[in-house]
C-alpha cells in the first residue's frame, strides 16, 4: 500500500512564526504536491515537484516556498504564518500518468 | 480559463442510486479522477476516466464525455457510509502531473 505521512494531525502557530510542514512518501513516487483545502474554495495547488531540487509553483504560490532534497521528502515553509494561511494542508505523491495519494492532511491554525 | 463545476449537496436515502455531475472547461485534458473525502480525512481515489465511456468498480462508476466537457459519478445501493464529499478533479497537460479539482459535492445518505 502507498503510503503518504505528514509530519503533524494538528498545528497552532502565532502570527509571523515559521512554519513547517513536512511530507514523506514510502512509494519512490516521482512528483509530490502540496494543496491547500478551505471551505467552499475546495483543493487549491501550491506548489508541486516532479524531481529532487526541482518545483513548480500551483495557483496560489504567495507567501510559502518548498524544499525537496530528497525524493522521498517534500517541506512547506510558511515563510511568516499569517492568519489567512488557517486552513488544512494536503500532500499527495505519485508516479507521472498515474494516480495521486494522499496524506492525512495538517489541520493548521494560525492566531 | 481553467474551470470545473459540480452541484454543492446533495442528498439520497439508504439503498437508493446517485449521480453525481461534473462539468470541465480546461486547457488541454489528460484524465479526470473522482475523490471520495470523509469530514476530516484525506482524499482517497475511486476512479479515473481518460477515453469516453464508463468504468465500473463495484458499487461505483464513472463515466465521461470528452467532446462535451462531462463526466458522472454513479454510486448504487447507497450506504449511509457513502456520506462524504465527492470530489472531481482534472488532469491537464498544461500544470505537469497536477489536478486541478471541483470544490467538492457533500453528499448525505439518510435511513
Known amino acids: 500500500d502507498v503510503k503518504v505521512t505528514q509530519s503533524s494531525r494538528y498545528l497552532v502557530k502565532r502570527t509571523g512564526e515559521k512554519v513547517f510542514l513536512e511530507c514523506v512518501q514510502d512509494?519512490?513516487?516521482?512528483?509530490m504536491f502540496w494543496y491547500r483545502q478551505d471551505p467552499g474554495l475546495g483543493l487549491r495547488l501550491i506548489y508541486f515537484?516532479?524531481?529532487?531540487?526541482?518545483?513548480e509553483k500551483g495557483d496560489i504560490p504567495e507567501g510559502y516556498s518548498v524544499s525537496r532534497e530528497k525524493k522521498e521528502r517534500f517541506s512547506l515553509i510558511l515563510e511568516s504564518a499569517s492568519t489567512n494561511q488557517t486552513s488544512m494542508y494536503l500532500c499527495?505523491?505519485?508516479?507521472?500518468?498515474?494516480?495521486?495519494?494522499f496524506g492525512p492532511g495538517t489541520r493548521l491554525l494560525v492566531l | 480559463g481553467q474551470n470545473i463545476d459540480q452541484p454543492t449537496e446533495m442528498t439520497a436515502t439508504e439503498g437508493a442510486i446517485v449521480q453525481i455531475n461534473c462539468t470541465y472547461q480546461?486547457?488541454?485534458?489528460?484524465?479526470l479522477f473522482w475523490y471520495q473525502q470523509h469530514a476530516g480525512e484525506a482524499p482517497t481515489f475511486l476512479s479515473y476516466?481518460?477515453?469516453?465511456g464508463l468504468e465500473e468498480k463495484g458499487r461505483f462508476s464513472s463515466f465521461l464525455s470528452r467532446s462535451k466537457g462531462y463526466s458522472y459519478l454513479l454510486l448504487k445501493e447507497l450506504q449511509m457510509k457513502d456520506s462524504a464529499s465527492y470530489l472531481c478533479?482534472?488532469?491537464?497537460?498544461?500544470?505537469?502531473?497536477?489536478?486541478?479539482f471541483g470544490k467538492g459535492t457533500t453528499l448525505s445518505v439518510s435511513s
Open positions: 499527495a505523491s505519485s508516479n507521472t500518468g498515474e494516480t495521486q495519494y
Open positions: 512509494m519512490d513516487h516521482e512528483n
Open positions: 515537484s516532479y524531481d529532487v531540487k526541482m518545483k
Open positions: 480546461t486547457s488541454g485534458f489528460n484524465g
Open positions: 476516466n481518460v477515453l469516453d
Open positions: 478533479a482534472v488532469r491537464t497537460n498544461q500544470a505537469g502531473t497536477a489536478l486541478i
